[in-house]
């Protein structure tokens, strides 16, 4: 079964940084799209940054110059580098991939549980 782990959250100054990170395991044969999604309380999930297997990378206008999304294709993890924190960024930051796996060649959808980012002014 696939499981997406998310770490790294906590609380932070505002223009602190963070780096979140997200393991994926579980009967995995690849790898498509990944992203991080947010939730802030009383509002819709929205996205932050999405990267594709070969790298290209698109983000919120919210987060452009602020925030990066890497991946390691080897290792199934993504990351968000989060830099100049403001805090409109707190909120609840979601991991999400397509996956394939061995048993399911086509790509499912596949969401963390989620990781708390708290930015205090």
């Known amino acids: 079964q696939v499981r997406l782990v998310e770490s790294g959250g906590g609380l932070v100054q505002a223009g602190g940084s963070l780096r979140l990170s997200c393991a994926a395991s579980?009967?995995?044969?690849?790898?498509?799209?990944m992203g991080w999604y947010r939730q802030a309380p009383g509002k819709q999930r929205e996205l932050v940054a999405t990267?594709?297997?070969?790298?290209?990378?698109d983000y919120a206008d919210s987060v452009k110059g602020r925030f990066t999304i890497s991946r390691d294709n080897v290792k199934n993890m993504v990351y968000l580098q989060m830099n100049s924190l403001k805090p409109e960024d707190t909120a609840v930051y979601y991991c999400?991939?397509?996956?394939?796996?061995?048993?399911?060649?086509?790509?499912?959808?596949?969401w963390g549980q989620g990781t708390q980012v708290t930015v205090s002014s």
């Open positions: 999400n991939a397509d996956v394939s796996t061995r048993s399911n060649w086509r790509p499912v959808n596949y």
């Open positions: 579980g009967g995995i044969l690849s790898i498509n799209d």
């Open positions: 990267i594709t297997r070969g790298g290209s990378t």
